[in-house]
């Protein structure tokens, strides 16, 4: 199971219980077993699960509930919290500072993506102003240091490393010292990984920690390990001081519930993910609107901070105050379609977006979904002005259906299609009324107002 199938179990879970006229004791639990099947069929390890079920039970409690209260609402925000919460060590990883030297070492079993995530790690925070160098301390495998040499050379960042040398203590160190003396203030130290938990692999990483004093260790899983992960992760943790995990091919089939038994194991944080082969799929994790997203919820801090990113700033304003007035008319639609065909990689922003997700764009089928959403645009195009400022549904009315097909050269099925695509976007961008808009970077208020 995926992650976006476990999120659309949960979701019918809780649409089910909506949909109930009585919310009783019955009727809970028939939820929390269909959440906690899910759970474990995603392979969140199952003392985790239990724990989840029996605090939500001591949450609602359904007597104590006043016959005025939500109940759906109080039952969906427990679960909402407790998924929250399985997510959340409760304490931040260690954060590098800029223009402060730190020494980050990454571990994790061959093949997890290691290399890979390394060159990202350094990449994302080249773009944001860092000097990032990496050291490859990989001197089991072969072709280790060529990779990183390679994935460095693309993005113009500077590593050390060396293909006489076998002991990988000796070349962290000297590529520490020498980064250390460029002043570089983020120096990536990349570890050998081999293809299980050997005692000799633990041995090594505890001496290059112990040689480079690492300010941050970073555990990097491989999503589609499986109930594996809380061991494997704790094995980790028990040998060097793991302070933060990056889980990666989460774009991939896994089930991806083995990041919520890692967070456990080590107590540190997820605080990137991994979606792609490519430099720039690689996700800074936060947990609630992670959990948004994973309820179907849609991710608006990412999304808006992506809006910042690509949008040019004197259109952002106006951009977002149309958002947040929530008339969601057919020409805001076709600019969030312009945006979000601006955006790429289309998949990662189209995750963010409340309703743009499952329904438009299935993953694994990014090519189809842009095509329609050019498909749609171009219908729009034989619109009127009137027709794209009007929020009122009963305006598109049969003869300017059938204007509109014959004026884009579609068929009327097609424009009614787009239509319904509108009223159900539109539906659900009507709970933005009145909300505040974060500014770039913040964490948002709107994902946990979406949720309350
Ligand atoms: P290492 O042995 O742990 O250093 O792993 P590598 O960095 O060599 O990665 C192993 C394979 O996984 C390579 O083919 C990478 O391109 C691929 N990979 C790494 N991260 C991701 C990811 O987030 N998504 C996908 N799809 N592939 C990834």
Redesign the pocket.
């Known amino acids: 199971m995926v992650l976006a199938q476990l999120g659309g179990s949960i979701s019918r879970a809780l649409q089910q219980m909506s949909n109930a006229t009585i919310i009783d004791e019955k009727v809970l639990n028939e939820c929390l077993n269909e959440i906690t099947r899910a759970l474990l069929q995603s392979d969140v390890q199952f003392k985790l699960v239990r724990d989840m079920q029996t605090n939500i039970k001591k949450i609602v409690n359904l007597d104590d509930l006043a016959a005025g209260h939500n109940k759906r609402k109080i039952i969906q925000q427990a679960i909402f919290n407790e998924l929250c919460k399985m997510l959340d060590p409760g304490k931040p990883s260690f954060t590098p500072k800029k223009g402060k030297t730190s020494v980050v070492m990454f571990v994790?079993?061959?093949?997890?993506?290691?290399?890979?995530?390394c060159t990202k790690y350094a990449y994302y925070h080249q773009k944001k102003g860092w000097k990032p160098a990496l050291v490859c301390a990989?001197t089991f495998?072969a072709g280790?240091f060529d990779?990183l040499k390679q994935n460095a050379t693309k993005t113009k960042i500077p590593f050390y490393g060396s293909y006489m040398e076998s002991d990988p203590v000796k070349i962290a160190v000297e590529g520490v010292e020498r980064f250390k003396k460029e002043n570089c203030d983020l120096i990536i130290v990349?570890t050998s990984?081999r293809h299980k938990q050997e005692v000799a692999l633990f041995e090594e990483m505890r001496q290059v920690s112990e040689a480079t004093k690492p300010d941050l260790v970073i555990f990097?899983m491989d999503s589609s390990i499986g109930q594996a992960a809380f061991d494997q992760a704790q094995a980790f943790k028990q040998s060097v001081a793991v302070g933060a995990v990056i889980v990666?091919?989460?774009?991939?089939h896994a089930k991806g519930g083995g990041a919520l038994s890692a967070v456990a194991a080590t107590k540190s944080p997820v605080i990137f993910?991994?979606?792609?082969?490519h430099m720039d799929?690689?996700e800074v994790f936060d947990v609630k609107p992670f959990v948004s997203r994973l309820l179907g919820m849609g991710d608006l801090s990412g999304f808006m901070d992506k809006i910042h990113e690509v949008v040019p700033m004197d259109q952002q304003p106006e951009l977002l105050q149309k958002l947040s007035e929530g008339n969601f008319t057919l020409r805001i639609m076709y600019e969030q379609f312009q945006n979000i065909l601006k955006m790429g990689p289309i998949g990662q922003v189209f995750s963010m977006l409340p309703g743009f997700s499952a329904e438009l764009m299935p993953k694994g089928r990014e090519k189809e979904s842009q095509a329609k959403i050019k498909r749609y645009m171009t219908m729009m195009d034989s619109m009127t002005n009137e027709e794209l400022d009007s929020s009122n549904p009963k305006l598109m009315n049969e003869s300017r259906i059938m204007r509109i097909a014959r004026g884009s050269g579609r068929q009327i099925r097609e424009v009614m299609e787009m239509l319904e695509e509108y009223k159900r976007l539109a539906k659900i961008w009507s709970k933005m009324k009145g909300l505040k808009i974060p500014k770039k970077g913040e964490m948002s208020a709107l994902s946990r107002n979406m949720n309350a």
């Open positions: 994790g079993l061959q093949g997890s993506g290691k290399t890979t995530t990989d495998r280790a990779q990349d990984g990097v990666t091919k989460m774009d991939g993910i991994g979606t792609g082969e799929e690689f």
